[in-house]
Antibody, heavy 123, light 107 residues
Framework: EVQLLESGGGLVQPGGSLRLSCEAS????????MSWVRQAPGKGLEWVSI????????QYTDSVKGRFTISRDNSKNTLYLQMNGLRAEDTAVYYC????????????????WGQGTLVTVSS | DIQMTQSPSSLSASVGDRVTITCRAS??????LAWFQQKPGKAPKSLIY???SLQTGVPSKFSGSGSGTDFTLTINSLQPEDFATYYC?????????FGGGTKVEVK
């Protein structure tokens, strides 16, 4: 059974940093692209970032470029999102999502999601 | 960026109804279109990919169609567990983008 378990969320002041983790199990983690998707309170879904199976290729939405860094440790079956320079508008539940494959287009098709972790940016 | 527009934003339906939700892309995306279901306080669940292919384990009462810019999600014989918010998402190009969602409520 595929499981994705996010952690690391919490309350942080504007300008602060957090690192989110997503521990994966039930599939061969190193063979799939992974993404982060967020959802602000009461709002819709917003894709944040994607990383390929090897960790060598990453993409970001414009609003987080230069502030967020996606990475993965395939030996630990874990996906990360380092978030720096946090802003109030980054407040959201952050989900990790598994791509259905390693390469385009399957890498961008999300077949499983974690339960999410809440990040609140407020003074 | 490719904009995804869903309609309606909400609808009221009864158990047993057939429901259709539409999603329009601002430019052609071939069939790189997915649909998700989300219930309050829960993570999204994948329903359909490649515009019309069911994800593993998704019942056949869900169906998707379309190509290019216009897509539909149809739910046959609506059941209580189907009342939720539904999102479309394009994965043709970055940034990956979602529609604004369609909330299916009990009439």
């Amino acid at each position: 059974e595929v499981q994705l378990l996010e952690s690391g969320g919490g309350l942080v002041q504007p300008g602060g940093s957090l690192r989110l983790s997503c521990e994966a199990s039930g599939f061969t983690f190193r063979s799939y692209a992974m993404s982060w998707v967020r959802q602000a309170p009461g709002k819709g879904l917003e894709w944040v970032s994607i990383i390929d199976d090897s960790g060598g290729d990453t993409q970001y939405t414009d609003s987080v470029k230069g502030r967020f860094t996606i990475s993965r440790d395939n030996s630990k079956n874990t996906l990360y999102l380092q978030m720096n320079g946090l802003r109030a508008e980054d407040t959201a539940v952050y989900y990790c999502a598994k791509g259905s494959g390693a390469r385009y287009p399957q890498s961008r098709n999300f077949d499983y999601w974690g339960q999410g972790t809440l990040v609140t940016v407020s003074s | 960026d490719i904009q995804m527009t869903q309609s309606p934003s909400s609808l009221s339906a009864s158990v047993g109804d057939r429901v259709t939700i539409t999603c329009r892309a601002s430019q052609g995306i071939s069939d790189y279109l997915a649909w998700f279901q989300q219930k309050p306080g829960k993570a999204p669940k994948s329903l359909i990919y490649a515009a019309s292919s069911l994800q593993t384990g998704v019942p056949s009462k869900f169906s998707g169609s379309g190509s290019g810019t216009d897509f539909t999600l149809t739910i046959n014989s609506l059941q209580p567990e189907d009342f939720a918010t539904y999102y479309c998402q394009q994965y043709k190009s970055f940034p990956l983008t979602f529609g604004g969602g369609t909330k299916v409520e009990v009439k």
